[in-house]
């Protein structure tokens, strides 16, 4: 059995090779449903059950402690120390998010469909309680988005105006409420996530796409890939210029003329920004943006 599993996977490995370095070559493969994948007993399954275990320690009323604070409702229970209590509120309740929701889709698990209805429920709440669309848990952050609005940009790498990167910290969210509608079919996410990408579009109506770029020296995350997410979800073009809006021109402009300025920088920060690249290139079929990505891939992925 051990044989043949190595054999197998040996034939993979050659078919990708193949695939990648004869560009003739085009294999006849589609992507289908996680929900399609059930793991039988392996060391695979092991690793599942131990994050389901993992996931399950978490109390969701203390993760959604920064976001109903900052709706200025009561908190259910106090919320979780550390970086969650230090600057970056709110960004494990995003995880969380997308955690459950794949939970759900690769295994049915009903504990953790309740525990992201309960979530995008009380999330739901604290955006109503906001009114205008926005929902986070940043401290503070709905006075420094004002500031930003009016084009008061302070950015580093990783603060923006004097917070903890949050729009790395908002990005999870955005990612999480994503993930509940495709992976886990949450509707009422589907709704919210629209919402909070027209919130951002309202903020960001008055900048000039130079401050955007200033905006995005700090930490993002993958923003401009669930922006184009968003488009593909409701086919406006608004999302998709939001999506092209937030990708930093100083990481794309180099490779789109195949130059390699990578060198010092940041990986974790400057990866999604390429996995945002790739997702706008794939929904409007931009030769340049494909070539951009494929140049760091081709670069940066030995």
Not at 18 to 30: A, F, H, I, L, R
Not at 254 to 279: C, F, S, W
Request: proline share 4%; charged share 25%.
């Amino acid at each position: 059995m051990k044989n043949r599993f190595f054999l197998l996977i040996t034939i993979i490995a050659g078919l990708f090779f193949v695939s990648c370095n004869d560009k003739t070559v085009q294999p006849d493969v589609e992507p289908f449903p996680l929900s399609s994948v059930r793991l039988l007993e392996s060391p695979f399954k092991h690793a599942e059950a131990l994050n389901e275990q993992y996931v399950m320690a978490h109390d969701p009323d203390r993760l959604l402690a920064p976001y109903l604070i900052d709706a200025g409702l009561e908190p259910k229970a106090p919320g979780y120390g550390n970086w969650e209590g230090s600057g970056l509120n709110g960004h494990i309740g995003g995880h969380y998010l997308t955690s459950l929701s794949l939970m759900i889709a690769s295994t049915g698990n009903d504990e953790a469909r309740k525990r992201l209805n309960y979530m995008i429920d009380e999330l739901a709440r604290c955006q109503e309680a906001n009114g205008n669309g926005y929902v986070g848990g940043i401290p503070g952050g709905q006075s420094m988005w004002a500031e930003i609005a009016k084009g008061n940009i302070d950015a580093g790498n990783f603060s923006l105006n004097g917070k903890w990167v949050p729009l790395y910290n908002i990005h999870k969210l955005y990612a999480g409420l994503r993930d509940a509608w495709l992976y886990a079919g949450n509707e009422k996410a589907r709704d919210m996530l629209i919402k909070l990408t027209d919130w951002c579009i309202d903020l960001t109506a008055d900048l000039s796409d130079d401050q955007i770029q200033e905006m995005l020296v700090s930490e993002h995350g993958g923003l401009n890939e669930v922006f184009a997410d968003v488009y593909d979800i409701t086919g406006d073009e608004k999302y998709l210029e939001l999506a092209r809006r937030f990708s930093h021109r100083e990481i794309l402009d180099p490779l789109l003329q195949h130059e390699d300025k990578l060198t010092g920088l940041h990986a974790n920060t400057q990866i999604p920004k390429v996995v945002g690249y790739m997702r706008i290139a794939e929904l409007t079929h931009d030769s340049a943006w494909i070539d951009a990505s494929d140049f760091f891939l081709e670069y940066r992925g030995k």
